[in-house]
C-alpha cells in the first residue's frame, strides 16, 4: 500500500546543526494496516510523517503509494488522498469559518467534483449533519458557529471529521490526542478507531503512550536516530507485556547513547 | 444638500469597489496589497482613453482585466518569485506609473470632451432623470457584492478563506496557496480597476495621480463600515459594511467640503489618522485596560 524504500533526510547538511533525521530508512505498510509509532524526541517520527506528507523532499529514496511514485508530488497534491491530523487542534481548521465551512471545504476539496465554483447544497447539508451527530458533541446544531469558539477537543473531532469526510487512502495521525485533556483525548481516540474500522482506512499513529501504542491498531514500530529498530505485529505484538516494551524502549535509546560514545572514542 | 447627498451616495457607491477589493486581500487573505493606488489609475486610464477613442463600455472591461493583471503581476512576485507581499505590491505599483503613462498616451492626464461614456448612455436612456450616475455606480457595487457574496461560498472562494485564515490548515489540505493567493488579488485588482474605470468615465479625466491615497481610503471606509454594522460576524455584513463604511466617509467628507470645519488640504492627514487609530484601537484598548487593572490592584 505504502512503500519507503531506502529514505534519508538529513537537516542542516554541512553546518555544526546537521541532524540526520531519517537515515536509509524501509517501510513496507499493508493495506488496512494501523501502525502505532513510538519513539523518543528527535527519533525521525514527525519527520517520517512531513516526507509522506510532501512537506518537503527526501534527500534520497522514494515514497510509493498503491502503486504510484509520489516522491516527488507537491504536499497540496498528495493530501487528496493522505489525511494528516497535529498534535495542536488549532492547526486543521480556519477559525473565522464555520463548522459547515470548514467541513465543506474538506468535502469539496476532497471530493471527485474537480469545478472550483461547486457550492454546499441541500444535501452535502444533510450530510454534514449527520456525520456530527456522530461525533455526539451537539456540534450538528451549531454548524452556522465559527469553529474559532470551539473547544480544543471540539476541534481536534471536526479536524478528524474533516480528513475523513472523503475516506484517504493513508491517514497520519500526529499525536493528534496529546495536547488535549484525558477525557476528550479519550473520545477522539475513540471516534479515530470507529471511523478507521468503519472505512478501512489505513492508518500511522505518532503516540507516547506505550499502553496506547500496544492496544490500538495491528502494528507497532519503534523508532530511534531516523530508523526503525523494532517492527512489532501478530503474536509476538500480542504476548509482549508493558514492562518489556519499556525494557526494549530503554534499550533502544541506549543503544544510540552507545553507538555515540563509540563514535566519539574513535575520533 | 439633495446635492450633498447624492453626490456621498454616488462616490460611496463607486469607491465601495476598492473596499470590496480590499475586503478580500486585507481581511479574507490578510495580505496588504499595495497595488491598489496604481491598479485604480490604470483602470482609469484604460477606461478614458477607450472611451475618448469612442468605446466606453471596451474600456470599463479593459479596466477590469488591466486590473487583474496588475493583480496577477504582484501574486506572481508574491507566490512565485518569493517577494514579501508588501514589497511585491510596491514594485508593481512603482512599474504600473509608467505603464499608465503609457496608457494615456505618454501624457500625465487625459480628458474626455463630447465623448460618449458609460454615464452619458445611461443619461440618454432618460429613465434615471438626474440620478443617472448614481443608478450606474449603485448598479456595479451591487453586482459586486453579490458577485463576491457568492463567490466566498464556492469551492474555490472557500479555498481563499481557508488560506488567510489558516495556512498550517491548508498546506495540510490539497489546496495550494499559491494559486489561491494569485486568484484572491487577481480578483481583488479586477474591482479595484472596475473602480478606477467607472470614476475616471464618470469624472470624464484620468489623472496619472488620482490614485495617491486610495488604499487608505479604502481602509478607513471598511473600518467604519466595520464598525458600524459590527462587521466581520458574517461574510453578507462584511461585505455590506465595504458600501455603509463608503458612503459614511463620503458623507464626512462632503459635510467638511461643505462647511469648511477643516481646510481640505487636511483630509488626507485626517484619513490616514481615522485608519491608524481605528486599526490601532485593539492594542490601544488592551494597553488601557491593563494599566487601569494595574493602578486599581496596585490601590488595594
Known amino acids: ?267 | 444638500m439633495l446635492h450633498i447627498a447624492q453626490t456621498a451616495l454616488t462616490l460611496g457607491c463607486v469607491y465601495s469597489l476598492v473596499a470590496l477589493a480590499l475586503f478580500l486581500s486585507y481581511r479574507v487573505l490578510d495580505i496588504a496589497d499595495l497595488t491598489t493606488d496604481g491598479c485604480f489609475v490604470f483602470g482609469m486610464a484604460l477606461s478614458v482613453s477607450a472611451a475618448a477613442a469612442g468605446h466606453p463600455l471596451l474600456g470599463i472591461l479593459m479596466a477590469v482585466i488591466g486590473g487583474g493583471c496588475a493583480g496577477y503581476v504582484t501574486a506572481f512576485l508574491q507566490t512565485r518569485l518569493g517577494v514579501p507581499s508588501i514589497l511585491a505590491g510596491i514594485v508593481t505599483n512603482t512599474g504600473l506609473y509608467t505603464v499608465n503613462l503609457m496608457a494615456m498616451g505618454w501624457s500625465a492626464n487625459v480628458s474626455l470632451l463630447k465623448q460618449t461614456t458609460i454615464f452619458t448612455m445611461a443619461r440618454d436612456m432618460g429613465i434615471f432623470g438626474g440620478w443617472y450616475q448614481f443608478a450606474v455606480v449603485f448598479a456595479a457595487s451591487a453586482l459586486g457584492m453579490l458577485f463576491m457574496r457568492w463567490f466566498l461560498r464556492t469551492r474555490l472562494g472557500l479555498s481563499i478563506r481557508a488560506t488567510g485564515d489558516n495556512l498550517d490548515m491548508v498546506s495540510a489540505s490539497s489546496i495550494n496557496p499559491k494559486f489561491t493567493i494569485a486568484v484572491g488579488l487577481i480578483l481583488a485588482n479586477c474591482f479595484t480597476g472596475l473602480c478606477g474605470g467607472l470614476v475616471g468615465q464618470m469624472q470624464k479625466s484620468a489623472d496619472i495621480n488620482a490614485g495617491t491615497g486610495i488604499v487608505v481610503i479604502g481602509l478607513a471606509s471598511l473600518i467604519i463600515g466595520e464598525t458600524v454594522i459590527s462587521g466581520r460576524k458574517s461574510i453578507g455584513r462584511n461585505i455590506l459594511a465595504c458600501l455603509v463604511g463608503n458612503i459614511i466617509y463620503r458623507f464626512i467628507y462632503a459635510l467638511i467640503l461643505q462647511t469648511r470645519i477643516l481646510p481640505i488640504e487636511c483630509l488626507k492627514l485626517m484619513t490616514a489618522v481615522i485608519v491608524a487609530l481605528a486599526i490601532a484601537a485593539p492594542t490601544i484598548r488592551a494597553n488601557l485596560a491593563t494599566k487601569a487593572r494595574e493602578r486599581k490592584e496596585s490601590a488595594l
Open chain 1, 1 to 267: 500500500m505504502l512503500e519507503i524504500q531506502n529514505l534519508s533526510k538529513v537537516f542542516n547538511p554541512g553546518t555544526i546543526n546537521e541532524k540526520k533525521a531519517i537515515s536509509h530508512m524501509n517501510l513496507v505498510v499493508n493495506d488496512g494496516d494501523f501502525i502505532t509509532i513510538l519513539g523518543s524526541n528527535g527519533a525521525g517520527k514527525s519527520t517520517l510523517f512531513n516526507a509522506i506528507a510532501g512537506v518537503f523532499l527526501a534527500d534520497e529514496g522514494k515514497i510509493i503509494l498503491d502503486g504510484e511514485n509520489i516522491t516527488f508530488q507537491p504536499d497540496h497534491r498528495r493530501s487528496k488522498y493522505i489525511g494528516r491530523l497535529f498534535q495542536d487542534p488549532l492547526k486543521g481548521t480556519a477559525p473565522h469559518m464555520t463548522i459547515e465551512e470548514n467541513l465543506a471545504l474538506a468535502f469539496l476539496r476532497a471530493g471527485h467534483s474537480t469545478d472550483s465554483f461547486s457550492r454546499i447544497s441541500k444535501k452535502d447539508h444533510e450530510m454534514f449533519k449527520e456525520k456530527l451527530r456522530l461525533l455526539e458533541m451537539g456540534l450538528e446544531d451549531r454548524m452556522n458557529t465559527q469553529v474559532g469558539t470551539l473547544s480544543g477537543g471540539q476541534r481536534q473531532a471536526l479536524t478528524l471529521l474533516m480528513a475523513t469526510i472523503v475516506p484517504p487512502k493513508l491517514l497520519l495521525l500526529d499525536e493528534h490526542t496529546a495536547a488535549l485533556d484525558p477525557a476528550a483525548a479519550e473520545k477522539i481516540m475513540k471516534l479515530t478507531e470507529e471511523i478507521v474500522a468503519a472505512n478501512h482506512t489505513t492508518c500511522l499513529m505518532i503516540t507516547h503512550n506505550l499502553h496506547q501504542a500496544l492496544k490500538t491498531g495491528n502494528r507497532t514500530l519503534m523508532m530511534a536516530d531516523g530508523r526503525i529498530i523494532l517492527d512489532l505485529k501478530g503474536e509476538e505484538r500480542e504476548s509482549l507485556t508493558m514492562e518489556e516494551l519499556l525494557r526494549r524502549f530503554r534499550e533502544g535509546a541506549k543503544e544510540e547513547l552507545d553507538d555515540d560514545r563509540i563514535l566519539l572514542s574513535d575520533h
